[in-house]
Protein backbone atom coordinates (compact mmCIF):
# COMPACT_ATOMS: atom_id res chain seq x y z
CA UNK A 1 0.00 0.00 0.00
CA UNK A 2 1.25 3.30 -1.04
CA UNK A 3 1.16 5.71 1.79
CA UNK A 4 1.17 9.31 1.54
CA UNK A 5 4.32 9.62 3.84
CA UNK A 6 6.13 6.70 1.34
CA UNK A 7 5.33 9.48 -1.85
CA UNK A 8 6.56 12.29 -0.44
CA UNK A 9 9.37 10.54 1.03
CA UNK A 10 10.35 9.19 -2.41
CA UNK A 11 9.17 12.24 -4.38
CA UNK A 12 11.75 13.83 -2.13
CA UNK A 13 14.32 11.44 -3.14
CA UNK A 14 13.44 12.08 -6.43
CA UNK A 15 14.08 15.82 -6.42
CA UNK A 16 17.59 15.39 -4.22
CA UNK A 17 18.93 12.65 -7.46
CA UNK A 18 17.44 15.54 -10.20
CA UNK A 19 19.05 18.03 -8.53
CA UNK A 20 22.56 16.35 -8.29
CA UNK A 21 22.18 15.62 -11.97
CA UNK A 22 21.02 19.31 -12.77
CA UNK A 23 24.59 20.26 -11.15
CA UNK A 24 26.23 17.73 -12.57
CA UNK A 25 24.56 18.97 -15.82
CA UNK A 26 24.75 22.82 -15.21
CA UNK A 27 27.42 23.65 -17.96
CA UNK A 28 25.76 22.07 -20.04
CA UNK A 29 22.15 22.86 -19.36
CA UNK A 30 23.50 27.01 -19.44
CA UNK A 31 24.74 26.41 -23.04
CA UNK A 32 21.84 24.57 -24.28
CA UNK A 33 19.85 27.45 -23.38
CA UNK A 34 21.87 29.56 -25.68
CA UNK A 35 21.65 27.12 -28.27
CA UNK A 36 18.12 26.69 -28.26
CA UNK A 37 17.76 30.76 -28.88
CA UNK A 38 20.12 31.31 -30.96
CA UNK A 39 20.28 28.28 -33.49
CA UNK A 40 16.34 27.61 -35.13
CA UNK A 41 16.92 23.77 -34.97
CA UNK A 42 16.96 23.71 -31.51
CA UNK A 43 14.39 26.49 -30.72
CA UNK A 44 11.99 23.22 -29.45
CA UNK A 45 14.48 22.19 -26.52
CA UNK A 46 12.75 24.38 -23.99
CA UNK A 47 9.54 23.50 -24.16
CA UNK A 48 10.38 19.36 -23.98
CA UNK A 49 10.48 19.49 -20.36
CA UNK A 50 7.21 21.51 -19.97
CA UNK A 51 5.49 18.63 -22.35
CA UNK A 52 6.94 15.60 -20.03
CA UNK A 53 5.95 17.39 -16.88
CA UNK A 54 2.49 17.84 -18.92
CA UNK A 55 2.21 14.76 -19.71
CA UNK A 56 3.65 13.10 -16.14
CA UNK A 57 0.75 15.50 -14.39
CA UNK A 58 -1.58 13.89 -16.69
CA UNK A 59 -1.64 10.35 -16.09
CA UNK A 60 -0.13 10.39 -12.78
CA UNK A 61 -2.78 8.76 -11.22
CA UNK A 62 -1.97 5.29 -13.22
CA UNK A 63 1.57 5.90 -12.98
CA UNK A 64 1.84 5.84 -9.68
CA UNK A 65 -0.86 3.40 -8.39
CA UNK A 66 2.03 0.85 -7.79
CA UNK A 67 5.46 2.06 -7.05
CA UNK A 68 8.37 0.64 -5.38
CA UNK A 69 12.17 0.96 -5.02
CA UNK A 70 14.38 -0.69 -7.67
CA UNK A 71 18.22 -0.51 -6.98
CA UNK A 72 18.71 -3.21 -9.72
CA UNK A 73 17.67 -1.03 -12.23
CA UNK A 74 17.78 2.40 -11.62
CA UNK A 75 21.79 2.39 -10.54
CA UNK A 76 22.97 0.93 -13.88
CA UNK A 77 21.16 4.03 -15.67
CA UNK A 78 22.64 5.94 -13.14
CA UNK A 79 26.18 4.23 -13.90
CA UNK A 80 25.63 4.34 -17.90
CA UNK A 81 25.13 8.10 -17.05
CA UNK A 82 28.20 8.67 -15.44
CA UNK A 83 30.34 7.00 -17.95
CA UNK A 84 28.33 9.79 -20.58
CA UNK A 85 29.06 12.58 -18.47
CA UNK A 86 32.66 11.23 -18.43
CA UNK A 87 32.70 10.99 -22.26
CA UNK A 88 31.35 14.41 -22.90
CA UNK A 89 34.28 16.00 -20.49
CA UNK A 90 37.18 14.21 -22.33
CA UNK A 91 35.71 14.77 -25.77
CA UNK A 92 35.34 18.52 -25.19
CA UNK A 93 37.58 20.11 -28.08
CA UNK A 94 37.76 17.39 -30.25
CA UNK A 95 33.75 17.70 -31.33
CA UNK A 96 32.11 20.15 -32.74
CA UNK A 97 29.82 22.02 -29.51
CA UNK A 98 26.87 20.51 -30.05
CA UNK A 99 28.36 16.66 -30.26
CA UNK A 100 29.52 17.79 -26.73
CA UNK A 101 26.00 18.99 -25.89
CA UNK A 102 24.67 15.88 -27.26
CA UNK A 103 26.40 13.82 -24.95
CA UNK A 104 26.30 15.54 -21.53
CA UNK A 105 22.62 16.10 -21.93
CA UNK A 106 22.47 12.44 -23.04
CA UNK A 107 23.76 11.38 -19.62
CA UNK A 108 21.13 13.93 -18.16
CA UNK A 109 18.16 12.53 -19.52
CA UNK A 110 19.77 8.71 -18.61
CA UNK A 111 20.69 9.74 -15.30
CA UNK A 112 16.75 11.02 -15.08
CA UNK A 113 15.21 8.12 -16.11
CA UNK A 114 17.57 5.88 -13.54
CA UNK A 115 16.24 8.09 -10.66
CA UNK A 116 12.73 7.74 -11.69
CA UNK A 117 12.81 3.71 -12.10
CA UNK A 118 14.99 3.60 -8.99
CA UNK A 119 12.36 5.72 -6.82
CA UNK A 120 9.18 4.37 -8.30
CA UNK A 121 9.86 0.97 -10.30
CA UNK A 122 9.28 -0.51 -13.26
CA UNK A 123 5.66 -0.29 -13.25
CA UNK A 124 5.42 3.54 -13.19
CA UNK A 125 8.73 3.57 -15.50
CA UNK A 126 6.04 1.79 -17.87
CA UNK A 127 3.28 3.75 -17.48
CA UNK A 128 5.13 6.62 -17.61
CA UNK A 129 7.47 5.66 -20.54
CA UNK A 130 5.84 8.03 -22.90
CA UNK A 131 7.24 11.61 -20.89
CA UNK A 132 9.88 10.05 -19.49
CA UNK A 133 11.25 9.36 -23.31
CA UNK A 134 9.85 12.24 -24.86
CA UNK A 135 12.75 13.67 -23.32
CA UNK A 136 15.54 12.46 -25.27
CA UNK A 137 13.86 15.13 -27.78
CA UNK A 138 15.76 17.90 -25.92
CA UNK A 139 18.97 16.24 -26.65
CA UNK A 140 20.78 18.23 -29.35
CA UNK A 141 20.81 16.16 -32.67
CA UNK A 142 24.56 15.14 -33.00
CA UNK A 143 26.24 15.33 -36.44
CA UNK A 144 25.96 11.86 -37.10
CA UNK A 145 22.35 11.93 -37.34
CA UNK A 146 21.82 15.64 -38.46
CA UNK A 147 23.70 15.30 -41.10
CA UNK A 148 22.46 12.41 -43.11
CA UNK A 149 18.91 13.51 -42.31
CA UNK A 150 19.21 16.72 -44.01
CA UNK A 151 20.80 15.35 -47.25
CA UNK A 152 17.64 13.06 -47.25
CA UNK A 153 15.24 15.58 -46.82
CA UNK A 154 17.61 17.80 -49.71
CA UNK A 155 17.72 15.05 -51.99
CA UNK A 156 14.05 14.31 -51.51
CA UNK A 157 12.90 17.77 -51.70
CA UNK A 158 15.01 17.81 -55.15
CA UNK A 159 12.79 14.44 -56.31
CA UNK A 160 9.43 15.57 -55.58
CA UNK A 161 10.47 19.29 -56.62
CA UNK A 162 11.56 17.63 -59.94
CA UNK A 163 7.86 15.91 -60.05
CA UNK A 164 6.07 18.99 -59.50
CA UNK A 165 8.09 20.84 -61.80
CA UNK A 166 6.99 18.21 -64.80
CA UNK A 167 3.56 18.68 -63.43
CA UNK A 168 3.65 22.37 -64.46
CA UNK A 169 4.81 21.54 -67.76
CA UNK A 170 7.31 24.27 -67.54
CA UNK A 171 10.90 24.16 -69.46
CA UNK A 172 13.61 23.02 -67.33
CA UNK A 173 16.57 21.54 -67.29
CA UNK A 174 18.06 19.48 -64.29
CA UNK A 175 21.66 18.74 -62.87
CA UNK A 176 21.68 17.07 -59.42
CA UNK A 177 20.70 19.28 -57.00
CA UNK A 178 20.25 22.11 -59.89
CA UNK A 179 17.13 23.60 -61.69
CA UNK A 180 17.41 25.57 -64.75
CA UNK A 181 14.43 27.51 -65.37
CA UNK A 182 13.96 30.28 -68.15
CA UNK A 183 16.09 33.14 -66.94
CA UNK A 184 16.73 31.49 -63.39
CA UNK A 185 19.01 29.13 -61.90
CA UNK A 186 17.50 27.23 -58.30
CA UNK A 187 19.64 24.76 -56.04
CA UNK A 188 18.23 22.89 -53.32
CA UNK A 189 20.59 23.11 -50.86
CA UNK A 190 20.95 22.49 -46.98
CA UNK A 191 18.77 25.44 -46.22
CA UNK A 192 15.71 23.61 -48.38
CA UNK A 193 16.06 20.73 -46.50
CA UNK A 194 13.28 22.14 -43.96
CA UNK A 195 14.95 20.33 -40.90
CA UNK A 196 13.46 22.41 -38.84
CA UNK A 197 10.27 22.12 -39.83
CA UNK A 198 10.69 18.58 -39.69
CA UNK A 199 11.68 18.16 -36.50
CA UNK A 200 8.37 20.15 -35.24
CA UNK A 201 5.97 17.83 -37.84
CA UNK A 202 8.02 14.97 -35.82
CA UNK A 203 7.24 16.66 -32.17
CA UNK A 204 3.78 17.02 -33.02
CA UNK A 205 3.42 13.41 -34.91
CA UNK A 206 4.24 11.93 -31.46
CA UNK A 207 1.57 14.39 -29.29
CA UNK A 208 -1.30 13.46 -31.58
CA UNK A 209 -0.37 9.89 -31.91
CA UNK A 210 -0.30 9.78 -27.85
CA UNK A 211 -3.50 11.96 -27.71
CA UNK A 212 -5.85 10.28 -30.10
CA UNK A 213 -4.18 6.98 -31.32
CA UNK A 214 -3.87 3.58 -29.19
CA UNK A 215 -1.74 1.36 -31.53
CA UNK A 216 1.73 1.42 -31.78
CA UNK A 217 1.40 0.43 -35.86
CA UNK A 218 -0.62 3.61 -35.85
CA UNK A 219 1.42 6.29 -34.32
CA UNK A 220 4.35 4.55 -36.31
CA UNK A 221 2.67 5.19 -39.65
CA UNK A 222 1.78 8.30 -38.63
CA UNK A 223 5.19 9.67 -37.47
CA UNK A 224 6.43 8.45 -40.38
CA UNK A 225 4.24 9.91 -42.95
CA UNK A 226 6.40 13.20 -42.25
CA UNK A 227 9.11 12.10 -44.21
CA UNK A 228 7.19 12.51 -47.44
CA UNK A 229 5.57 15.28 -46.04
CA UNK A 230 8.26 17.41 -45.21
CA UNK A 231 9.43 16.74 -48.92
CA UNK A 232 6.50 17.68 -50.79
CA UNK A 233 6.26 20.52 -48.68
CA UNK A 234 9.45 21.67 -49.58
CA UNK A 235 9.26 20.98 -53.06
CA UNK A 236 5.85 23.28 -52.96
CA UNK A 237 7.97 26.03 -51.72
CA UNK A 238 10.96 25.04 -53.68
CA UNK A 239 8.44 25.24 -57.00
CA UNK A 240 6.50 28.44 -55.59
CA UNK A 241 9.41 30.51 -55.43
CA UNK A 242 11.19 29.17 -57.87
CA UNK A 243 7.63 30.10 -60.50
CA UNK A 244 7.49 33.51 -59.03
CA UNK A 245 11.09 34.53 -59.12
CA UNK A 246 11.03 33.13 -63.33
CA UNK A 247 8.34 34.40 -64.51
CA UNK A 248 7.17 37.10 -62.36
CA UNK A 249 9.95 38.91 -60.16
CA UNK A 250 13.59 37.51 -59.85
CA UNK A 251 12.92 38.84 -55.86
CA UNK A 252 10.65 36.54 -55.27
CA UNK A 253 13.90 33.74 -54.62
CA UNK A 254 16.03 36.05 -53.63
CA UNK A 255 14.54 38.47 -50.78
CA UNK A 256 11.08 38.32 -50.76
CA UNK A 257 9.05 38.01 -47.77
CA UNK A 258 7.97 34.44 -49.00
CA UNK A 259 11.49 33.37 -49.62
CA UNK A 260 12.39 34.74 -45.73
CA UNK A 261 9.46 34.42 -43.38
CA UNK A 262 7.07 32.54 -45.78
CA UNK A 263 7.98 29.27 -43.91
CA UNK A 264 4.95 29.48 -41.65
CA UNK A 265 2.55 29.13 -44.67
CA UNK A 266 3.91 25.82 -45.85
CA UNK A 267 4.28 24.56 -42.48
CA UNK A 268 0.73 24.74 -42.39
CA UNK A 269 0.02 23.30 -45.66
CA UNK A 270 2.17 20.44 -43.96
CA UNK A 271 -0.14 20.19 -41.06
CA UNK A 272 -3.18 20.06 -43.24
CA UNK A 273 -1.60 17.16 -45.28
CA UNK A 274 -0.86 15.21 -41.95
CA UNK A 275 -4.29 15.62 -40.57
CA UNK A 276 -5.97 13.32 -43.40
CA UNK A 277 -3.14 10.46 -42.20
CA UNK A 278 -4.28 10.84 -38.87
CA UNK A 279 -8.22 10.39 -39.78
CA UNK A 280 -7.11 7.46 -41.70
CA UNK A 281 -4.89 5.96 -38.77
CA UNK A 282 -8.03 6.48 -36.26
CA UNK A 283 -10.46 4.65 -38.82
CA UNK A 284 -8.52 1.98 -39.10
CA UNK A 285 -8.16 1.36 -35.49
CA UNK A 286 -11.72 1.88 -34.96
CA UNK A 287 -12.51 -0.84 -37.86
CA UNK A 288 -9.44 -3.35 -36.53
CA UNK A 289 -11.28 -2.75 -32.47
CA UNK A 290 -14.85 -3.66 -34.53
CA UNK A 291 -13.81 -6.64 -35.75
CA UNK A 292 -12.24 -7.98 -32.86
CA UNK A 293 -15.62 -7.33 -30.98
CA UNK A 294 -17.13 -9.27 -33.50
CA UNK A 295 -14.53 -12.17 -34.14
CA UNK A 296 -14.97 -12.55 -30.31
CA UNK A 297 -18.38 -13.67 -29.80
CA UNK A 298 -18.40 -15.82 -32.80
CA UNK A 299 -15.09 -17.49 -31.27
CA UNK A 300 -16.37 -17.99 -28.42
CA UNK A 301 -19.84 -19.64 -29.79
CA UNK A 302 -17.55 -22.15 -31.88
CA UNK A 303 -16.10 -23.29 -29.08
CA UNK A 304 -19.12 -23.10 -26.54
CA UNK A 305 -20.81 -25.41 -29.92
CA UNK A 306 -17.87 -27.69 -29.93
CA UNK A 307 -17.39 -28.34 -26.49
CA UNK A 308 -21.24 -29.19 -26.89
CA UNK A 309 -20.95 -31.74 -29.20
CA UNK A 310 -18.45 -33.15 -27.32
CA UNK A 311 -20.51 -33.65 -24.63
CA UNK A 312 -23.21 -35.10 -26.55
CA UNK A 313 -21.12 -37.44 -28.35
CA UNK A 314 -19.98 -38.61 -24.55
CA UNK A 315 -23.20 -39.03 -23.65
CA UNK A 316 -23.99 -40.84 -26.48
CA UNK A 317 -21.00 -43.86 -26.15
CA UNK A 318 -22.87 -46.12 -23.88
CA UNK A 319 -25.73 -46.28 -25.87
CA UNK A 320 -23.85 -48.26 -28.56
Known amino acids: MVTGANQ ?4 FVFLVLLAIGAALSSSAVMSLMVVSSTDEIYSHIPLIPLVSLYFLFLGRQGIFSEIRWDYSRGLPLIAVSLVLWWLGRHVDGNVNDHNHLSII ?14 VYGPSAARKGAFPLLF ?7 PTVILDPLVRVLQLGSAEFSHVIFKVTGVPLHRDGLFFFLPGLSVE ?3 QCSGIRSSIAL ?4 L ?3 KLFLGSGWARSVLVFSILPISMFKNALRIVSLALLGAYVDPRFVTGSWLHDSGGMLFF ?3 LLLLMPVLWGMKKWEKRIGSSRLVAGPCKAK ?3 DRATSIVESGRAEPGR
Open 202 to 205: FIIA
Open 268 to 270: FIA
Open 105 to 118: MSGFVVWILGAFLL
Open 8 to 11: VKRG
Open 135 to 141: LFLSIPI
Open 302 to 304: NML
Open 207 to 209: LAG
Open 188 to 190: VAE
